[in-house]
């Protein structure tokens, strides 16, 4: 009969055997791949601290989703980098706005993938904050306007939804902010259109390359008032539970990587979709590597992106997601 541990090196002997009682499976189905926009014609400016991805003029965005659609990519999330920013991130909820046309572009030339808006201020605002800013005079010290930021993040996802955004992405982490969206959305007629909560979102140390992408660095202080302790696993049930109250229909871990462990306890918490995002500075430091030769990428991508589909994620945002969807391809 043999040993257990001999048994299950039998089970490990042939690959086609390993294949068939392999537990986890990535596809390219569970991939979104983040996108990031901005003014111009004929642009495709490659990212420095993110080899492989760029800021993209709105035509040569729609060709690289036209790319993703033909790759079987089920998803793509949109960040703009606007022509002027102020201290209200007026163009985030501009009709005009640099979101706006991208979304319309793309929906009047490809048919088969979901436009996701990613909801915040901090790529349209001058202090690059996720929301309004009130500063103390007396002391020079600033807080963000909860309230008020609400009405802004109201506006933007009510705009991204009139544009044809399949799904609304807030990542602000502003307390009620989903309720505050749904009702915003019901009252426009955008009942249909699903909220993609960013509900436990991190103050980490990984988002440095995304910040130089979405040009969205802050001018003053961090934010770490609004953001999650990277310390803390309860408080994410909380933020979960509040915003599945509040009416989202996705919850997201941000980051992934350094956090599977949330996405375990979340995946077996609620019975939820779970959405995680593998950030910028997850992609670039195996990047780097693999350019040193030091690992191989495609091997240590997949390997990533498995762990997070086995954690419980329903779906990855990653950088990853164009080269991912070829290499499980060729498998």
Known sequence: ??????????????????????????????????????????????????????????????????????????????????????????????????????????????????????????????????????????TSSFDVDNDMTLELLVKESVSHAQAGADIIAPSDMMDGRVEAIRQGLDENGFEHIPIMAYSAKYASGFYGPFREAAESTPGFG???????????????????????????????????????DIIRIIRDKFNYPVAAYNVSGEFSIVKAAAEKGWIDEKRVALEILTSIKRAGADMILTYWAKDAAQWLKSK
Do not use: W
């Not at 983040?34 to 993209?56: A, D």
């Not at 572009?105 to 790529?123: F, G, P, Q, S, Y």
């Not at 999650?228 to 509040?246: S, Y």
């Open 1 to 138: 009969m043999g040993f257990p541990a001999q048994r299950l090196r039998r089970l490990r002997k042939n690959e086609n055997l390993r294949r068939l009682i392999r537990e986890t499976h990535l596809s390219v189905d569970d991939l979104i791949m983040p996108l990031f926009v901005r003014p111009g014609k004929g642009i495709k400016q490659p990212i420095p601290s993110m080899p492989g991805n760029y800021q993209m003029s709105i035509d040569k965005l729609v060709e690289e989703v036209k790319l993703l659609e033909g790759l079987g990519i089920p998803g793509v999330i949109l960040f703009g980098i606007p022509e002027k920013k102020d201290e209200m991130g007026s163009d985030a909820y501009s009709d005009e706005g640099i979101i706006q046309k991208t979304i319309m572009a793309i929906k009047r030339e490809v048919k088969n993938i979901l436009v996701i808006t990613d909801v915040c201020m901090c790529e349209y605002t001058s202090h690059g904050h996720c929301g309004f800013i009130r500063k103390d005079e007396k």
């Open 222 to 260: 961090d934010r770490s008032s609004y953001q999650m302790d990277p310390h803390n696993a309860e408080e994410a049930l909380r933020e979960v539970a509040l915003d599945i109250e509040e009416g989202a229909d996705i919850v997201m871990v941000k980051p992934a990587l350094a956090y599977l």
